[in-house]
């Protein structure tokens, strides 16, 4: 059984850098396909960025300023982001998408 563990969240102030991290079980290495997505109170949660194997793609709201990976020797998932805006403000999510497994989430505010 998959299992999804986000960390990382925080109160940042705009231009901040954050680095979350997603702890991954049950996975397979090498067979992966994850993605990490957030969602304001009220709207659609939706693709922050996404990974699988060395092809990334990212919302156009995170390009230049976000960057995936991965750390297979320990199974994480990554999201370092930089240059926060109070626009990023939002819950967190990790998620295999093979699996459509997904954490429970970490918030990440951006404000003064």
């Known amino acids: 059984q998959v299992h999804l563990v986000e960390s990382g969240g925080g109160l940042v102030k705009p231009g901040e850098s954050l680095k979350l991290s997603c702890e991954l079980s049950g996975t397979i290495p090498g067979v992966q396909h994850l993605g990490w997505y957030r969602q304001v109170p009220g709207l659609q949660r939706e693709m922050v960025a996404t990974?699988?194997?060395?092809?990334?793609s990212y919302a156009d709201s995170v390009k230049g300023r976000f960057i995936i990976s991965t750390d297979d020797t320990n199974n994480r998932l990554y999201l370092e982001m930089k240059s926060l805006k109070p626009e990023d403000t939002a819950v967190y999510y990790c998620r295999d998408l093979v699996r459509n497994a997904w954490g429970q989430g970490t918030q990440v505010t951006v404000s003064l």
């Open positions: 990974i699988s194997g060395p092809l990334t």
